[in-house]
């Protein structure tokens, strides 16, 4: 039942687009996942058919262009007023996904904030990754290494990932799926941020595959 398409859909798979600022590993996961079969679901296929990096020369633009997937820069304009800047990059993704179709987003490791109309319009249609066990260790400034910073030096005996909807707050919506790791005696930041790593590839994919089913209809 591959080729079906999404419930209600125009013909075709559910066209995802991945949003991206750094290295890309969880955009690999995806990669890696559709290639294996994964976004394959009883009510149709979802298909990573557009990955945007809000920084150039970043290595996930290079995983997108070794995996076939066109990709693009759209990076916070440096003449909108700082108090726009957020809404103004957000609102030219939000023309890009009119443009390509797309069903699906997913912030797999993207840096910027959403604001607007792209929350609105594709509400239940954004994920987000974020390296912590939400509520905790979230919201603005909370990003990469920061976090796992905070957990440390909290003394927290656990951290993990979350997936979670967006929603108009930061790191604020419906929690999708979690995975917990234990937080060791001689942790550093890079050490920590490396077991929530290999926990991230896999609920990245995990949410993706229930996002696709729920969008496609298949359950
Ligand atoms: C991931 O750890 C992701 O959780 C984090 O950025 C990293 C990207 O890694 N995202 C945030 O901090 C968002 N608040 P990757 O580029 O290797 O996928």
């Known amino acids: 039942m591959c080729e079906s398409s999404p419930a209600g859909g125009a013909a075709g798979p559910l066209s995802i687009l ?18 294996a079969g994964l976004f394959c679901t009883p009510g149709g296929r979802g298909a990573l058919s557009l990955v945007i990096s809000d920084r150039p020369g970043v290595y996930a633009l290079e995983r997108a262009g070794a995996a076939g997937i066109p990709f ?4 916070p304009s440096p003449d909108a007023p700082k108090a726009g800047k957020r809404q103004e990059l957000s609102d030219r993704l939000l023309g890009r996904a009119r443009e390509r179709g797309i069903g699906l987003i997913i912030l797999a490791g993207f840096l910027s904030i959403l604001e607007g109309k792209i929350v609105d319009e594709y509400a239940g249609r954004i994920i987000n990754l974020h390296p912590a066990l939400l509520p905790k260790y979230g919201g603005e400034g909370m990003y990469g290494s920061r976090v796992h910073r905070a957990v440390l030096a909290a003394g927290e005996t656990e951290s993990g990932c979350t997936v979670h909807l967006a929603d108009a707050g930061t790191d604020t919506g419906p929690i999708l799926l979690q995975r917990r790791v234990p937080v060791l005696d001689n942790d550093t930041a890079e050490i920590l941020a490396g077991r929530i790593h290999r926990e991230e590839h896999i609920a990245i994919v995990e949410a993706a595959v229930l996002m696709i089913r729920r969008l496609c209809g298949g359950g």
């Open 72 to 75: 693009l820069v759209e990076a």
């Open 18 to 35: 991945a949003l991206v600022s750094g290295n890309g590993t969880n955009l690999q996961a995806l990669i890696d996942a559709e290639k």
